[in-house]
């Protein structure tokens, strides 16, 4: 399979699908599945503007897959308006193409093995032998999550992903008002799991009390969701939109102190900022700045 090597924290930017657009001096006619390899070396400055703790970063190994589509070719124009694409934050140096990304998927686990130059070769048998983390494997007596019901009164839905080894995910879904007596279809908002999620899990059991249930009832064997009233419901999914992409457990527990503290109305614009297609990654990194204060 054709491979890149892509400095840190490029190469965790681009499997978060923050970075859609890869910067090179040369383009290639290839287009399909790539394979991402994290290089060696490490840019400490990107690291903090990104908020990614340069420690947790892997290095040396194949970190995952991305779908190549096009080759864009840049003026000092294009290069500024694509800028929350590429994430390069200086001015236009001019001769460097944008490789188009689309689709990016985190392998299981690294496969430790050394870079190369330019576009290489890794045997697809590389990839079968790689394990896959306890903490990433579904339980095998869980099943799909899927939305229930529509309740107008509770417009959303938070639904408890299990995991092995006694773990979970958190996936928040929203049904939308209902309209013209059409039945509304409820759309996934954000799952979070992992550090992340037991950075702010102080903050989840506070909503879910004041949602009118039990610390009790997170367990990773329930199986029905929680129905959560429309404030509840919109800041949980600011808090996971906010965290789900950090690594840094002190940013992580900084905006999660702050969220929590958030006016309503703010927190109701900023919900819908971060939830719309158009503008949801450039008011996630905005929010995140303004909450850590950075």
């Known amino acids: 399979m054709k491979t890149l090597s892509i400095r840190q924290p490029w190469a965790e930017l681009i499997l978060q699908g923050r970075k859609t657009i890869e910067l090179r001096t040369w383009r290639t006619p290839y287009r399909g599945l790539l394979l991402i390899h994290a290089g060696g070396n490490i840019e400490e400055e990107a690291c903090t503007i990104y908020d990614l703790d340069p420690q947790r970063l892997v ?102 992903e299990p995991r092995e080894s006694y773990s979970y995910a958190l996936a928040l879904y929203q ?44 367990s990773p064997r329930r199986r029905d969701p929680f129905r959560l009233d429309e404030e509840t419901g919109l800041r949980l999914g600011l808090l996971f939109l906010a965290v789900a992409p950090l690594t840094r457990p002190d940013r992580i527990e900084a905006i999660a102190r702050a969220l929590c503290a958030m006016p309503s109305e703010e927190a109701y614009y900023w919900y819908s900022k971060c939830t719309d297609p158009r503008s949801s990654n450039r008011a996630q990194r905005a929010l995140r700045v303004l909450l850590a204060a950075e």
Do not use: C
Not at 79 to 98: I, M, N
């Open 59 to 160: 290095r040396g190994a194949l970190v995952g897959t991305v779908e190549v589509v096009d080759m864009i070719e840049f003026d000092a124009e294009r290069f500024a308006a694509l800028r929350d694409e590429h994430l390069y934050q200086k001015d236009w140096p001019g001769d460097l193409y944008g490789w188009k990304l689309v689709n990016p998927q985190r392998l299981p686990a690294p496969i430790p093995m050394r870079g190369r130059l330019g576009l290489f070769d890794v045997p697809d048998e590389v990839l079968s032998g790689a394990p896959v983390p306890a903490y990433l494997t579904p339980h095998p007596s869980a099943q799909p999550v899927q939305p229930t019901a529509y309740i107008p009164e509770q417009p959303f839905e938070l639904h408890l």
């Open 175 to 218: 049904w939308p008002v209902k309209a013209n007596g059409e039945t509304p279809q409820a759309r996934h908002v954000v799952t979070l799991g992992g550090a992340p999620l037991q950075a702010v899990a102080d903050q989840v059991l506070e909503m879910l009390r004041r949602a009118g249930y039990k610390v009790t009832d997170l």
